[in-house]
């Protein structure tokens, strides 16, 4: 009860309790559980040991569509056992046939990271002594010695879709037995593949079922995803066949108390508020000060980082042994946690988060998808988020257990937020956002064709989605880089096509941020790599003279090397930023 506590101690204060436009109790929910017939006993035990003796009817659901060779997507909230809706399927094939494949892919390394805990974990449970199932993650992280014993011995490869686009397609003479023996596919966070990410994933997978075909396999697929509008209809534009929707959750849910709070006017005529870092900053500070644990979340790097910084501030004048500062007055008991934070650093935050050292974390919507962050109590959202459904996901990142939660959005002076502080049931009524993806516009299909093109063959007559197939590849003949012999296709040209298609539509190479304070010799390179930054946020945030916060420390920006891809900083104490 922390967490509501400490939202009624803020609520006491006549001037916070004017500004509040929705305080509304979303009430709990009881657990509905159903029988599994053909759970393998040996993962039945495995549950039982780690205390599952039942699965939710949405589990239960999942095993069954899958065990029966359907292709199914998972539609729950937050924190309700949709992992074991695929790891329960994977698991009892592979123990059945050990030759079997499965294809994990989500779309952060974060993500990929955490599902292979959590396999791991079961793994280790399994008698005799646990190594039956062997799991790895295959990215840009994973060393060279390691990758030929993942293609030639992995059961489950866990990997996200870059990586499966550029370096395991177009290389699949490589993972034969990967291909020839791949069950099942898992495409994790579906709600996050959407727009111009979801088109490029819709090729990739035809790129996929392609060489699935080419090599005797015709995998399973299996989504998850959060609530959005149109689950099934975007699971089957990605699949373009069938597609079962399970949206009926079992998991149990604690009551969560949701309030919209609008700042106070600050400039009547210009229609200004007091500002919502400042509202954010206070009543994630009230929430802490009452003992709950709480995520903040931002809309921006830079929003992220400020917020960061009044908060450790406020904390470092905290005396030692206060709730929100165990610390002991240093604001070490906050962090944040965006894009560009160096791997390492980010597993470390998610570790303190997870054991209760980190009492409360500021974070842009990197921490929005499931990542495994423990038993938060509060989320403050520093502005709508943009989205219905992105909002619920937020929100839905406190109270993961039995105890109420809270959730908080404080109100900006934008014009959407406003709306929504005077019309708060468009939100509470209001249906999440569709997904929507076009995977045959042409500016996206014509890469993927050509590296397709590149993996395997055409052959007269053989689709590549909805458009004419035999048309493009006449035209990429023209342009010398497919021949036609045989009745089929060939690639001809020395081009590596996939090295051409980004999927996310970002610049390939980030900027690397090197803290040129410590002195030479001291890490053997006279410098340290801080973080990262694509190139289009480098030009605005890392220029020359410019200042950058990370982790709420500034530095001076003393050279930005567009060439070498680098941005030379040192820490500073200055009372602005840029």
């Known amino acids: 009860m922390a967490a509501v506590d400490a939202l009624d101690d803020l609520l006491r204060d006549p001037a916070f309790r004017r500004g509040v436009c929705l305080d509304h109790l979303l009430p709990g929910r009881e657990a509905a559980y159903a029988d599994v017939p053909g759970l393998p006993a040996v993962l039945a035990a495995v549950l039982r040991s780690r205390g599952v003796e039942r699965l939710y009817i949405h589990q239960a659901e999942a095993f069954a569509a899958v065990a029966a060779g359907q292709d199914v997507v998972v539609v729950t909230p937050t924190a309700s056992g949709k992992t074991l809706c695929y790891n329960l399927p994977v698991l009892a094939r592979v123990l059945e046939r050990p030759e079997a ?14 599902q292979l805990a959590e396999l791991a974990e079961l793994n280790r449970a399994l008698p005799p002594g646990g190594g039956l199932i062997r799991a790895h993650t295959y990215d840009g992280d994973t060393p060279p010695n390691a990758r ?14 870059d990586m499966l686009h550029a370096a395991i397609l177009p290389h ?12 099942y596919v898992v495409i994790d966070e579906l709600h996050a593949y959407r727009g111009v990410f979801g088109s490029h994933l819709g090729n990739v997978v035809r790129r996929l079922r392609r060489i699935c075909a080419f090599y005797g396999s015709n995998p399973t697929f299996i989504l998850a995803s959060a609530t959005i509008a149109n689950p099934g209809e975007l699971a089957e534009r990605i699949l373009e ?21 609008n700042p106070p006017v600050v400039n009547a005529e210009l229609g200004l508020r007091r500002s919502s870092l400042l509202e954010s900053q ?18 921006s790097r830079l929003q992220v980082e400020v917020l960061l910084s009044y908060l450790k501030e406020a904390l470092s004048t905290r005396p030692t042994g206060w709730p929100g500062n165990p610390a002991g007055g240093r604001g070490d008991a906050v962090r944040g946690y965006r894009g560009g934070y160096l791997p390492l650093e980010r597993r470390e935050i998610e570790r303190g988060l997870r054991a209760g050292d980190v009492r409360c974390v500021v974070a842009t ?21 943009g989205s219905i459904a992105s909002t619920w996901q937020q929100l839905g990142r406190a109270g993961r257990r039995d105890e109420p939660s809270v959730g908080v959005l404080v109100c900006s002076s934008n014009p959407v937020d406003q709306f929504l502080a005077r019309h708060p049931e468009y939100f509470l009524e209001g249906s999440p956002e569709h997904g929507l993806v076009d995977p045959d516009n042409l500016l996206v299909l014509l890469g993927h064709l050509q590296a397709s093109l590149f993996e395997v063959p055409f052959a007269d007559g053989e689709d590549f989605g909805r458009a004419a197939s035999g048309e493009l590849l006449a035209l990429l003949e023209e342009e010398g880089f497919a021949h036609h012999a045989g009745g089929r296709w060939f690639w001809t040209a020395d081009a590596f096509p996939a090295a051409e298609v980004s999927l996310r539509s970002v610049l390939a190479e980030n900027v690397v941020i090197v803290d040129t304070s410590i002195p030479e010799g001291r890490l053997g390179s006279g410098a340290r790599v801080i973080g990262e930054m694509d190139q289009f946020a480098a030009q605005t945030l890392l220029h020359d003279q410019a200042i950058y916060l990370h982790e709420g420390a500034q530095y001076h920006v003393d050279r930005l090397d567009w060439d070498e891809k680098k941005a030379y900083v040192r820490p500073v104490d200055v009372d602005y930023y840029t």
């Open 101 to 114: 494949r499965a294809l994990y892919l989500f779309p952060t390394k974060a993500l990929a990271q955490d």
């Open 148 to 161: 030929l014993a993942i293609r030639e011995a992995g059961h489950v490869v866990v990997t996200n879709p």
């Open 172 to 183: 699949h003479t490589k993972w034969l037995k990967l291909f020839q023996n791949l069950e």
């Open 241 to 261: 066949r069938p597609v079962r929707v399970i949206d009926r959750s079992g998991a149990p849910a604690a009551p969560r108390r949701l309030v919209f709070y």
């Open 282 to 299: 206070r009543v994630a500070l009230g929430l802490l000060r009452g003992g709950a644990q709480t995520i903040v979340f931002g809309r």
């Open 365 to 385: 919507n990197a921490l929005e998808l499931g990542v495994d962050i423990g038993q938060m109590q509060a989320a403050v959202l520093c502005g709508y988020p």
